[in-house]
């Protein structure tokens, strides 16, 4: 439950963990306790979405209400009526519940679809957020609508127990989405379970073509006709998402020279490779001079030397200060160049034309928790407990 009270329970439970501790315990999961990445307040967001996939998935907790259907007019935007749900369970005209249907059969099914009845008989999502109740009608009437919810937590509202860690790894997978937090959703993504995904496509390169990914990846969230997800917004999530695997995988690695100006030790990565998502290695100079820069802890580097801005003739190490700061020292007295090998996003079209990749299925199924995240649907929380 998401309230403070036990089910069937004949004495009083022990009382859960509330918000403020699960806040506590998912910044300590992601190593954030200083609230650097993510605020308490955000933190707290996560959790209510969290909740809600969870609740979504389990039926934990439901609730009822009266949603009214206009004449002639058989669809309700939910978001607008239940700005809670996360789920529609079942609807009913009175005592008598309605049946749930495919909405293309609804729509194109019937040979007068538009004909208007005394009462409905069934319902469907042809959407997330569209609502078709069926037949249209000839006069306004209320229905009940049972679904699950997303809470609204305030800090004294309490867990069950048993529910407590389902809640905390959604929230997780949700925070390294947000953050695209590379080693861990490749982390996560690479726990699937072997018959979700063959060894071998942890190290096998394929080809593929982009529209058939696109086709492969709707199939899997149920939305081959791109309702809920549009092609162009799953292309962008195959992109992430490959980028995120070559970033583990190392499998293609692309070059490129940037310039190091005179005493200016910091480049801003994002503004010079954009497709970046790993920096495997840096080095200087051409063939035989060519040098490997040592990687360092920034820490060591700004803070262990006693001048460390103190201009040099050739460059030693570097260091990422966060996810876009490369810092390259020591300063040098004159401009130089480096080339820097890194894992790339590539760009996928939605055509014909073949995609060299690396792990396709882990590419396919790690965009397919992203966009169960993006939805906030209530699969993810099934994706995570098989992992």
Request: a negative charge; glycine letters at 6%.
């Amino acid at each position: 439950m998401f309230g403070p009270f036990g089910v069937g329970a004949s004495t009083p439970p022990a009382p859960p963990p509330v918000v403020e501790a699960l806040i506590d315990s998912l910044l300590a999961r992601v190593d954030d306790t200083c609230e650097t990445g993510i605020t308490r307040a955000q933190a707290r967001r996560l959790l209510e979405s969290a909740c809600g996939i969870v609740n979504a998935q389990r039926l934990v907790e439901l609730r009822e209400a009266t949603l009214t259907v206009a004449a002639d007019t058989p669809f309700i935007e939910l978001s607008a009526t239940l700005p809670d749900l996360v789920r529609l369970v079942e609807l009913r005209d009175g005592e008598r519940e309605l049946d749930r249907e495919d909405w293309r059969t609804l729509l194109y099914g019937d040979a007068a679809p538009l004909a208007l009845a005394d009462r409905p008989e069934a319902w469907a999502l042809p959407g997330r957020d569209e609502l078709l109740v069926w037949p249209p009608l000839k006069q306004a009437q209320d229905l009940v609508a049972v679904y699950a919810y997303q809470p609204d937590l305030a800090a004294s509202i309490q867990f069950e127990d048993s529910v407590v860690g389902e809640v905390l790894d959604v929230a997780e997978m949700l925070m390294l989405v947000r953050q695209r937090s590379v080693p861990r959703l490749v982390a996560l993504a690479s726990r699937l379970p072997p018959a979700a995904l063959p060894p071998e496509e942890h190290t096998t390169s394929s080809t593929e073509t982009g529209a058939a990914m696109v086709d492969e990846l709707l199939a899997r969230l149920d939305d081959t006709e791109a309702v809920g997800l549009s092609r162009a917004d799953a292309i962008r999530l195959l992109e992430a998402a490959a980028g995120i695997v070559n970033a583990s995988l190392l499998v293609e690695l692309t070059e490129a020279t940037l310039t190091v100006n005179a005493d200016d030790p910091f480049i801003e990565l994002s503004a010079s490779l954009p497709d970046l998502v790993r920096v495997v290695e840096i080095t200087e100079g051409d063939g035989d001079s060519q040098r490997e820069l040592d990687r360092e802890p920034w820490a060591p580097l700004l803070y262990g030397e006693p001048d460390p801005l103190k201009l040099g003739d050739r460059l030693e190490s570097w260091s990422l200060l966060g996810r876009d700061l490369l810092v390259l020292l020591p300063p040098l007295k004159a401009a130089s160049t480096v080339t820097v090998s890194y894992a790339a996003k590539p760009t996928i079209a939605d055509d014909a034309t073949s995609f060299s990749g690396y792990g396709m299925e882990q590419t396919v199924r790690l965009a397919e928790m992203m966009a169960l995240a993006r939805a906030r649907d209530e699969r993810l929380a099934g994706m995570l407990e098989a992992i």
